[in-house]
Every structure is written in C-alpha cells, then in structure tokens.
Nanobody, 125 residues
Framework: VQLQASGGGLVHPGGSLRLSCAVS????????VAWFRQTPGKEREFVAA????????HYANSAKGRFTISRDNAKNTVYLQMNSLKPEDTAVYYC???????????????????WGQGTLVTVSS
C-alpha cells in the first residue's frame, strides 16, 4: 500500500504546476483520493478530493477556480493541476487515499487510511 506524490517545485506567482499521486492500493481502498497541504506550525488542510464511485470532485474554497483534481484509472494516478499560484499556496502537499467517503468526511484528515510522503511547492518571485 503506497502513495507516491511528485511534481512539486519552485514557481513564480501566477504560474502553474501539476502534482501527481501514484496510487498502488486496491481500488476499493482508494475510491477517494485527496490532496492536503501543510505549512510549518499549521494543521494539515484539505485542498481537493476526487471520488471514483461518485465521479465527483470537491475543492476547498481556496482552490476553487484555480485547481483541478483528476484521475487516470488506467495509470492509477491522481493529478492536481494548480494554476494562478499564489505565495500563500506554498506548502508541502500530501496525497491521501481512503475507501469511499461520504461528502461530510472528505475534508477530515482522520478519514484517510493511506498517505504519501509529500512534495514541496514553493511560490515565490
């Protein structure tokens, strides 16, 4: 059971990055895959989630209109396309997986069974 996050890096404000999360867990166990982020001294916060069974996507208010979460089931990979990046998007981004979650649970870190190692995104001029 593994999640491998990649794609972080340094980008200027207004730029774009695409994060990838390679998911090597059973399909049932990864029905819901989400991205969270964390900065030093703060709690890990929800960014976006995608649910396979429901074919639905969910976003934090800070991500709506700028970020897009998608999944390629053939490649067992979930992506987070981040556009119009801002300095406040700077954080370590983590992907996480869980069996199918109801909407009220998807923003809760404790609902996820599996976590990737994190990838650092730095938005700076």
């Amino acid at each position: 059971v593994q999640l491998q996050a990649s794609g972080g890096g340094l980008v200027h404000p207004g730029g774009s990055l695409r994060l990838s999360c390679a998911v090597s867990v059973r399909t049932y166990s990864s029905d819901t895959v989400a991205w969270f982020r964390q900065t030093p001294g703060k709690e890990r916060e929800f960014v976006a989630a995608i649910r396979r069974t429901e074919n639905s996507q969910h976003y934090a208010n800070s991500a709506k209109g700028r970020f897009t979460i998608s999944r390629d089931n053939a490649k067992n990979t979930v992506y987070l396309q981040m556009n119009s990046l801002k300095p406040e998007d700077t954080a370590v981004y983590y992907c996480a997986a869980a069996p199918g979650l109801i909407v009220s649970e998807i923003r809760r870190t404790g609902a996820y069974n599996y976590w990737g190692q994190g990838t650092l995104v730095t938005v700076s001029s």
